[in-house]
């Protein structure tokens, strides 16, 4: 009984050992498996961003089981466990390199919207280090050169390790490149997420790379995801499904927040696609919905710093602009035409989208309220609708010349 004891005592010593070193990996896998239930449960707004994310939380969590996996089998001889060691070790240097290049595509889509774009540069660029990585780590099974799993069945870095740590900072570097360069496409609200999601694990990264057998990299970088994944969900409340613009009910907050400290230098663009229920009636909603996505592309394309992009409602969309005079906001309405036509010149449709513009400067004397403001601007923009529909009333296409 007494050597029973010693031996169960024995065995809760080296599960307490065991766990001691690996408890930070399972509460990653345990918050990793969180994060994507909650994923399949609420999704993001867009299939894409949807898919790509949920690839790359389960690059975390395959990494996460394989590197458990490894550690539970360091310095267990005798059966598979040599073999299995070697399998584990290589899936997790595979898994390792896949999660940042799955969020390189997402930082892509999330900037250009542009799914032909991205495969194109999957095929030029994205794609060779993973495929590089893969080589290697599964050489290195047998000649040692990203890792060596001895005699003894330990494991221990190889010559060639820092080829695949490369191979990550490859990434993070391309999606800061991305973030930085073209910062203006994204929201304010997403940027700190977005590079905080491949700063904070790097930082911690270069941290390990001090102090071998530290394991604080993918617990890291769980935490940042998860931090992502619920900044957007959180944000989800003021944005648009369908375009991934701001709604009616942030832009009401916007104004009301703005409008207090100084509205005289804004300027209020209303939008409506032109002949939008002709469209509907004749390709289906599918493709209306299709036009209103690209419509939302195309204002961001002309959008300028510090511009508020909204859905207003159905196929009307608003802009509000810092700008004081008239000349400054027909110039912004002109910006807008410009986006228009080198889409229609390169448009996915067989027709031309037409849009109808009308912008008002906020005054003081006629806008005692946000309602007001965009009332006028709503106005106008009829203005300029009713003059297209008297200019195209003989035809019965729609029309791509914009007026204002």
Known sequence: MKEAIENCLTGIQILMILF???DL?????????LTILFVNKTSFKEKYI???FKFSVFSIIMYLIFDIGSILLDGSTGGMNLFLNHLFVFFFFLFGALAPFFWTLLVDYVIFRDEKG???RIKTVYIYPILINAVLSFLSIFNGWFFKIGE???YARGDLFLVNETIYFFYVSVILILIIKHIRRLEKKFVFSMIFVVTFPTIVGIFQSFFYGLELIWPAMTVSVMIYFFIHQTNLLNYDYLTGLHNRRSLDDYLKMHFSKCPEKYGGI???VFSFKLINDKYGHKTGDEVLIEVGKILRNAAKNGDFLCRYAGDEFFIVSEVKEELELKKRIDRIKEALKKYNDNGKFDFEI???IGGVLYKESEHKDPDAFISDADIEMYRIKNRQKRECSNNSSIISQNDF
């Open 270 to 272: 209303m939008i409506d």
């Open 118 to 120: 991205i495969h194109k």
């Open 25 to 33: 990996l399972v509460y990653s896998l345990i918050v990793s498996l």
């Open 50 to 52: 949807n898919n790509t």
């Open 152 to 154: 003894n069945n330990t």
């Open 354 to 356: 037409s849009l109808s």
């Open 20 to 22: 001691d070193k690996i």
